[in-house]
């Protein structure tokens, strides 16, 4: 299975998420994304072509990350595994440093296609103690199922969540076989 996995605001390509698909021996598409010099339009525009362009199967999202993969999962119509989702980044990013009020303003418009999401693909992994995004209230609401899993004492960062241990207990319920 192929995964495009996408990292959070000022995080690298290889994160946490990315070490943990390696070591349940996932094949992995990463990219390194300036969030501060790329339009949000223009990210989209290049993580969707991504997932086609190398057959991904499944979309893994840490973060500010996670609001671009459940986007890509709405489009592409696939399995989703959100960590500590950003799924507010108009309300957030401005508080981490982020300057671009015209980014705002198109997170604002790309905020409207979780509309199309499709809550049977989504798998939710947020840290009980996340000190970063303070919507998963939020997230609970719109991606809770059997698959969204409170780690009680994780923070934001996805090295403070046992994430191997998670891909690996969850395969078949984060990405499921197809018959």
Do not use: W
């Amino acid at each position: 299975m192929k995964i495009l996995n996408i990292h959070g605001y000022q995080g690298n390509a290889a994160n946490s998420a990315y070490q943990a698909l390696r070591e349940n021996d996932f094949k992995i598409v990463a990219m390194q994304i300036d969030y501060d010099r790329t339009s949000p339009e223009e990210i989209m525009h290049t993580l969707k072509s991504q997932f086609s362009n190398n057959f991904c199967d499944a979309v893994v999202g840490t973060s500010l990350g996670g609001f671009f993969a459940a986007l890509v999962s709405a489009k592409c119509e696939c399995p989703c595994v959100l960590i500590n989702p950003c799924l507010m980044p108009f309300m957030t990013l401005p508080r981490l440093g982020y300057k671009n009020d015209d980014g705002v303003i198109e997170y604002m418009r790309l905020f409207s296609g979780l509309a199309d999401a499709d809550n049977s693909r989504f798998s939710t992994v947020v840290g009980g103690k996340d000190e970063v995004v303070d919507t998963h209230d939020f997230t609970r609401r719109l991606f809770q199922n059997e698959r969204y899993i409170v780690v009680p004492d994780g923070m934001h960062s996805g090295s403070t969540l046992p994430l191997t241990d998670i891909f690996r207990d969850h395969i078949e319920d984060f990405f499921p076989k197809e018959n």
